[in-house]
């Protein structure tokens, strides 16, 4: 699955960029966007914030203007040097998600956007364990990702992204109950919230 486009999204930014912006118009634009996972959050200039899979900085650079305190962590090197041009003012570390460099109870907040439907399912359970690990107590993980919509309409412009630019692992994240997994893992989910005609979910959860 997938097709040429998901190499040239990867390889050019300014393709990757476009399309975020074009999806993001399903919920009013790539500023509704970005701030969807950040609604009800208290967060002043010293939280402490991870943006996981943080790819070339889209969702950083809006971290950024909240905290002088994020860090960007991504297994991409060409990801990370456009992220340190585009986002000078985060520190970064290139690293996988599922075994990151940091210490337990670490960070106050942990932030990832459309990079969950990426991860095979072993993956999957092993990154969230290490979010849990990583974040303080009473932490906050929130994150952004495609969900099975709920209003039909939606279905067919979801089909055709995911045709186009995804790969099997995201055409699972729709059949995973995320809620139930950060459950089991330990976590309290406080919100999910979903948007686009259910296509997009956010959900915030404490440790
Ligand atoms: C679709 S991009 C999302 C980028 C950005 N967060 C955004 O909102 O546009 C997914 C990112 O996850 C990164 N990634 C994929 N698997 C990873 C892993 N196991 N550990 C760390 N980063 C990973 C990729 O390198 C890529 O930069």
């Given at each position: 699955m997938a097709t040429i486009l998901r190499d040239w999204s990867y390889r050019y930014q300014w393709l990757y960029d476009s399309i975020s912006r074009l999806a993001a118009l399903s919920v009013g634009g790539e500023t509704n966007f970005r701030q969807l996972t950040l609604h009800g959050l208290t967060i002043n200039?010293?939280?402490?914030i991870l943006d996981l899979?943080?790819?070339?900085?889209q969702a950083t650079r809006v971290l950024v203007k909240y905290s002088q305190n994020v860090v960007g962590l991504d297994a991409s090197p060409l990801s990370l040097a456009r992220a340190r041009r585009n986002v000078p003012q985060a520190k970064y570390v290139e690293a996988f998600a599922e075994k990151m460099p940091f210490s337990e109870n670490e960070f106050d907040l942990v932030h990832v956007s459309v990079?969950?439907?990426?991860?095979e399912s072993e993956q999957l359970q092993k990154i969230l364990k290490e979010v849990y690990r990583v974040l303080k107590r009473e932490g906050i993980f929130t994150l952004v990702d495609f969900h099975h919509?709920?209003?039909?309409?939606f279905k067919p412009p979801l089909w055709m992204f995911l045709w186009l630019f995804e790969t099997k692992t995201a055409w699972r994240l729709l059949k995973t109950d995320l809620p139930q997994l950060l459950t089991q893992i330990g976590?309290?989910?406080q919100k999910q919230s979903l948007h686009a005609g259910g296509s997009i979910q956010v959900i915030q959860a404490k440790k």
């Open positions: 200039s010293d939280t402490k899979c943080c790819g070339s900085g990079a969950l439907h990426e991860m919509p709920t209003n039909f309409l976590f309290q989910v």
